[in-house]
């Protein structure tokens, strides 16, 4: 046996716990949500209904494996280590999710939010006491790595038109993206970032040929992936993640890691062009458009076939080199600087070498268009904008402000979630349309809080300081577990600057990982003051309890509202059948609401059918069951637009012109940058005027075209305001009055 294997499983043996058929279970479980969650648009939660059904699937899995681990806990826990500190930590952010629900602006996504956090935390605690044995913790590790490779593979399918996944390509102004399972090219890169990294890691740490040979064949696929998603953010963080991953290697692997790193990506590059020019030739065969279906195309047509070639070469060349490298060179480096690695700083010098030839590379990439002519135009093109003006980047920053100016009304315990999407529109700087912050912590900060993203803050950063204590202090201890770390710091710094971790799939890695870093170390993380308390025996069933009966609770509120989802669903498959009736369709609505009355999507759509109905007979019944139906939506939604917008079509309806001012004056309010509501403003009070003129009512209409001159100032106001915005940043959606509005308005004013 050679001396590192000898090493490596001495280490093991210091750490390997029992691996039980309870450990067994659980974390086949886990292995298992990670391979099939992808397939179900990366679990995203878009604050909205048709993203529900799968993500409640995965909340359930999620609740029964908190209840498992309450199980698991109730003759093991004891507050006596670190670990156990972090696990109460962890219980802070699904409680403070859960007071900010009491005063939210979104009821059903405050709750919505509270079991998503919690599945969070589910996570996070399965992975800390499930994964301290060596064989749970590796389970984890290849099925995260093999369902990330998988992902990688569907989407070259997808690229290569073998296969068509709904938007796996998303067409941009500048032609097609790579998305894959995410549909979203920037969370897409984020991930792959994070991949990438990891598969550098196992193949430059693998002993085993085999194991070396099959993540070294990933690098280039990845990294190919990684350009064709265009991504301009996540190129800014791997120099980053590179320079907070070297310091965790030895110098001799810090050498080969980069020199990995710098075979792969030149490799890559030299087969992207090519790639690319088929890559778009297929995506003209294969993609919809308005004239025609999707269309796969064989493999063994001439542009995947040669597409698969360049790329398959390119991996077996990179995977051949590392392969003799390891061979015939590493230990002729590592004798060669076995005296320089001795020294006290040496593991310094890569990650200060990195950051001189980072300086020089993206100065000769910006600044040569000798250089940035070799590569793809559209890479070169996106590489040439990378700059602190260019629109994407504005755009985040005025998220972010609006961020603050919205925290700043809800500063402690913030809106609850979904309070983004509920009122980013009353705080916008500029007509945009985002229900997603395109920040995590901003989003976090926004749904609960200074106090809930303190709270998020310190049950991250304990976990990485924990993390990096032990790693530092047992050197014995050391090993793969390192991939955790990358996952979830690249998924988190990324997520900085992006909505990735609205996608459950991420997040969960993200979660997982933090629980899975510090397993390894449980052992080493016992407080000696803590061990030697004496406590009552109950108090070691508290923490059990809490975790299990929280579970139980959510699990019931979860069945219910997948129930309620379940029997809507049902509802608009017998409505969309052909003679279906309202009346045989309306009970099964109103069961939907009864079971889940805050879910507002229910409520519209009864409302929609009473209208239908109201439209065809005039019954002034119907019409009073349809704006009672929206009035108890509205107190569960009081910010829903759709809401605000159909009870101003009944009112229209109906003629109550009053009524619908008051409506239309809200939603002013609420929506100030929606010129609809400006349009039919100006409109109602152009009739309104008219109405208080033939009755002579001079009072009513002096205060009519006040309000009116008002309404129009402020679109002149605003409109100025967009005209400052810097040339690079897109201004959103149209402010501008409709033709009618604008006659009206001048005539009205004209005549005053």
Known sequence: MSARKKSTNGATSLYTTNFS???????????????????????????????????????????????LTAVYLVKRWKLDSYRDILAIIALLPPLIYWLSSFNAVSGYYANFMIFVIVFYTALFIAGMYFADSVRARKLIEYSLMLTSYIIVLSGLLNLFGQTYYPDALWLAHDGYRLTAVFQYSNTYAGFLVALFLASLYYASHCIRWQARLAHSLMLVPIWISFMLTYSRGAIVIIPVMVLAILPFLRFTRQITYILYMGISVLVAMAVLGPITTKADAIALLVQPTTDKQADPISLFNLLPLQSWGLLIAASAVVAGIILLIEAKAYRWIEAKTTKFASHKWSFVAVPAIIVILCVLAAGALLGSGAIRSLLPDKIAERFENLNFQ????????????????????????????????????????????????????????????????????????????????????HPERRGSHLVFFIFSLALLMHSAIDFDMSFLFISSIVFLSLGCMIAPFSSTLKIPRLQNRKLPMWSKYVYPAVIGLTAIVLLVITIQNNSANQLYNQTMRQASQQGAKVGDVLPMVDKAIKRSPDQTTFSLTKASWLKQVYNSNKNDEVFTQALLTLEQAKKHDPNNRSIIAMQLEFYQLNNQLSTSIELLEEGMNKFPWDIQFYDKAILAYGESIKDADTKQDTSSSTEYKTRLSEIAQEVERRTAQLADLPPEQQQGRSFSLSEPAQEALQTLLASN
């Open 390 to 473: 260019q629109h994407s980047v504005q755009e985040r920053f005025t998220f972010y402000k609006d961020g603050l100016r919205l925290s700043e009304d809800y500063p402690l315990l913030g809106g609850g979630g979904g309070a983004w999407q509920s009122l980013f529109e009353q705080y916008q700087n500029n007509p945009y349309w985002s229900r997603q912050a395109h920040s995590f912590f901003v989003q976090v900060l926004v749904e609960s809080g200074w106090i809930g993203l303190v709270a998020l803050l310190l049950l991250i950063g304990g976990a990485y300081w924990t993390y990096i204590r032990s790693y530092i202090r």
């Open 21 to 67: 058929f309870w450990n067994g279970f659980v974390v086949a479980g886990i292995a298992l949500f990670l391979l099939i969650s992808p397939y179900y648009r990366a679990l995203f939660n878009g604050y909205s209904y048709s993203f529900e059904n799968a993500i409640y699937k995965a909340l359930f899995f999620g609740l029964t494996l908190l209840l």
